[in-house]
């Protein structure tokens, strides 16, 4: 209970001070989470969309495959990019191990079958209220795509929102990745596993305050400028 | 425009699971005219007009425009029995057809304010789609419809379940439409509505076109002893 109590104090009085250190970390789990979203979704939200609206032989197949990828465990996301930004690997010559590129690549490993997901469900929901006015009125299958996008962006900020759920609180694949390097790989989550492991519960439990409130504060954010629950909006 | 009409079906069937919905159907559509499809409930008087308008394959038979088809459909229009709204504002959704032709958003959203007042849905222009009543929806649909200037425009009973008034406002937009030279063809239970609108009459039973011919010669004395029923107003299945 000690502990909690000094946690928080600990957090209040980093957060007050504006600790140079803790707003170096959080920004810089904002910076590769919110980027691996942006990418995440520019992929996976097209992508559900064209599962909703396409039929091929292996449709039922391919979106099991994407429902199972949804659990994809982390660690060994992190593994699999090691290997291949590793010294040794196909993208060696880049140096891109241990970079904060090398973990947003590892995110949008994770983040993409989540959100491509997540996008299916809700845009298969609405092609079945569009279909029969879409076809007749002619519209090439990229412009089905646009006007589910355009149509169903509430529910699809839904999925963005998730994703970045997913990658802000994500540990085992960014530490693999990026190496947990102070001032420059070291982000809120490895952060905690690094001062949880040396034993320093204090400073853990106000980053993870620090994390809650910055997860918070983002789902807030963005739900404050896209209105969604405001008034009678669809 | 290039002209599409007339169509000709030829021996067209749809089938299902093994099971015939329609057909074979044989039925050319003369250029003009204001057809009333109508007939029981299973009859085949939607899957005719989604047949007709491109929505469902033939299984078995031909359908011809004179024209190939994908140019056909450019000149053709549907509204549906239940209207399918886009969630957008009521004058992007009549405006939607003409971006889909890339026309530019300001010209598109001109012309739907012009068929929004045609229809008498101009107050609603910036309301939500979606918050729209049924007889507001139909009209919607309508005016997206024929914001083409479609050369044919089918109609699945597009007013069940309106009340006297929306009919009867729906019933003038699409005899001004008519008038203009639209032919229409509309799939309707009332006996009242062919009355007052149709020219010519199919009426379709178990699939197949039963009894054809001029409104006011069917209405007056059908031919056919389920014709006859379903005009007597008894139960025909």
């Known amino acids: 209970m000690n502990e909690i109590l000094q946690g928080m104090a600990r957090a209040a009085w980093l957060v007050v001070t504006l600790d140079a250190d803790l707003v170096e970390i959080a920004l810089r789990s904002l910076q590769v989470t919110l980027t691996a979203v942006a990418i995440a979704s520019a992929i996976g939200l097209p992508l559900g969309a064209l599962l909703a609206v396409s039929r091929f032989r292996h449709r039922r197949a391919a979106i099991a495959t994407l429902n199972a990828l949804m659990g994809l465990p982390p660690v060994v996301v992190g593994l699999v990019v090691y290997l291949l930004l590793s010294r040794s690997g196909p993208f060696g010559v880049f140096g891109l191990l241990f970079t904060p590129t090398a973990m947003i690549v590892a995110q949008v490993m994770l983040l993409t079958p989540l959100i491509a997901s997540i996008a299916h469900q809700a845009m298969r929901d609405l092609w079945a209220d569009y279909h029969d006015l879409l076809i007749s009125l002619n519209a090439s299958r990229a412009q089905r795509i646009r006007a589910l996008i355009w149509d169903g962006r509430r529910a699809l900020l839904t999925a963005a929102l998730a994703g970045f759920g997913r990658g802000i609180g994500e540990v085992g694949a960014i530490m693999i990745v990026g190496g947990n390097i102070d001032h420059s790989t070291r982000v809120l989550t490895t952060a905690i596993a690094l001062e949880t492991a040396k034993g320093d519960f204090a400073l853990a439990l106000g980053l993870g305050f620090v994390l809650i409130a910055l997860a918070l504060a983002v789902n807030f954010a963005i739900h404050g400028l896209a209105r969604t629950e405001a008034g009678s909006r669809w | 425009m290039v002209a599409i009409l007339p169509l000709r079906l030829e021996g067209a069937e749809v089938c299902r699971k093994g099971k015939r ?14 057809t009333a499809v109508m007939g029981p409930n299973g009859a085949g008087k939607t899957t005719l007009l989604r047949l007709m308008h491109g929505l469902e394959r033939p299984s078995a038979g031909r359908i011809a425009w004179l024209v190939p088809e994908q140019k056909a459909r450019a000149a053709q229009a549907f509204v549906f029995q239940t209207p399918v709204v886009l969630r957008r504002s009521v004058l992007d959704n009549v405006a939607y057809p ?70 009867r406002e729906i019933e003038a937009i699409l005899s001004a439409a008519h008038r203009d030279g639209t032919r229409i063809v509309m799939a309707t239970h009332d006996l009242g509505q062919a009355r007052r609108l149709a020219g010519e009459v199919l009426f379709l039973y178990r699939g197949r076109i039963h009894e054809a011919g001029p409104a006011a010669e069917f209405l007056a004395a059908p031919q056919t002893a389920e014709a006859r029923a379903f005009i007597g107003g008894e139960i025909v299945e």
Not at chain 2, 21 to 34: A, E, H, I, M, Q
Not at chain 2, 104 to 113: F, P, T
Not at chain 2, 120 to 149: C, F, H, M, N, W
């Open chain 2, 21 to 34: 919905l329609l057909g074979p159907v044989d039925l050319t559509l003369s250029p003009r005219g204001f």
């Open chain 2, 98 to 167: 003409l971006r889909l032709h890339g026309w530019a958003r300001d010209a598109a959203r001109a012309l739907a304010a012009d068929w929004l007042a045609r229809v008498g849905l101009a107050d609603a222009a910036d309301r939500p789609a979606t918050v729209l009543s049924g007889g507001e929806r139909q009209k919607l649909a309508l005016a997206r419809a024929l914001i083409r200037a479609p050369q044919i425009l089918f109609l699945d009973e597009p007013c069940a379940n309106l009340d006297g008034r929306s009919m």
